[in-house]
């Protein structure tokens, strides 16, 4: 079964730093491309970004409104993806969910973690 | 790169149908065959319903279809059960280009669907 369990959510204040955790289960986690997704309290998805696996090229993507203030890398001997935000904003305020990327969608999903950006 | 739009809401009596649109551009709908829709209840983990515009996941019942035309697609809901409702939301790959970046994901906006 496969199963992916987000961490490292909580309160943190406008300027700070927070590195959120995704580990997988139940499959080959080095095989597959691994995207970051967001839902602001209230609002809709936003797709964050992804990292492709290592034979996909280990690339990453960003959306705009983070790219240069998040970084996701992978830890394929640990089976665990990482969202490292910096510099947030209140408007990164959102639950994030890791998710596998493939040609049939974002398959699975975490439930999702809780980041807060409040002073 | 703006979000699909969707109809914010939409709804049917139990065994109706209802279809929900999700419009974008060349540049990401009209542009790829990779577009998916979720569906989620509240305080829940989106699910996959339907991916490259109509194929449904293992276990999605086939009461769920979907269908594209040119820059707009489509998610219908036939046979309406008091569990469909939720939340839609519409999801395509899209070109990023002019914002410095390969490709990426957009999604609509969401449509709530209520079971009357």
């Known amino acids: 079964e496969v199963q992916l369990l987000e961490s490292g959510g909580g309160l943190v204040k406008p300027g700070g730093s927070l590195r959120l955790s995704c580990a997988a289960s139940g499959f080959i986690f080095s095989e597959v491309w691994m995207s970051w997704v967001r839902q602001a309290p209230g609002k809709g998805l936003e797709w964050v970004g992804r990292v492709k696996s290592k034979a996909g090229g280990g690339t990453r993507d960003y959306a705009a409104p983070v790219k240069g203030r998040f970084t996701i890398s992978r830890d394929d001997s640990k089976d665990t993806l990482y969202l490292q935000m910096n510099s947030l904003k209140t408007e990164d305020t959102a639950v994030y969910f890791c998710?596998?990327?493939?040609?049939?969608?974002?398959?699975?999903w975490g439930q999702g973690t809780l980041v807060t950006v409040s002073s | 790169q703006s979000a699909l739009t969707q109809p914010p809401s939409a709804s049917g009596s139990p065994g109706q149908s209802v279809t929900i649109s999700c419009t974008g551009t060349?540049?990401?709908?009209?542009?790829?065959?990779?577009v998916s829709w979720y569906q989620q209840h509240p305080g829940k983990a989106p699910k996959l319903i339907i991916y490259?515009?109509?194929k449904r996941p293992s276990g999605v019942p086939d009461r769920f279809s979907g269908s594209k035309s040119g820059n707009t697609a489509s998610l219908t809901v036939s046979g309406l059960q008091a569990e469909d409702e939720a939340d839609y939301y519409c999801?395509?790959?899209?070109?990023?280009?002019?914002?410095?970046?390969?490709?990426?994901?957009?999604f609509g906006t969401g449509t709530k669907v209520t079971v009357l």
């Open positions: 490259e515009v109509s």
């Open positions: 999801n395509s790959y899209a070109d990023f280009n002019n914002f410095a970046y390969a490709f990426g994901y957009v």
């Open positions: 060349s540049s990401d709908v009209g542009g790829y065959k990779y």
């Open positions: 998710s596998t990327e493939g040609p049939s969608g974002l398959q699975y």
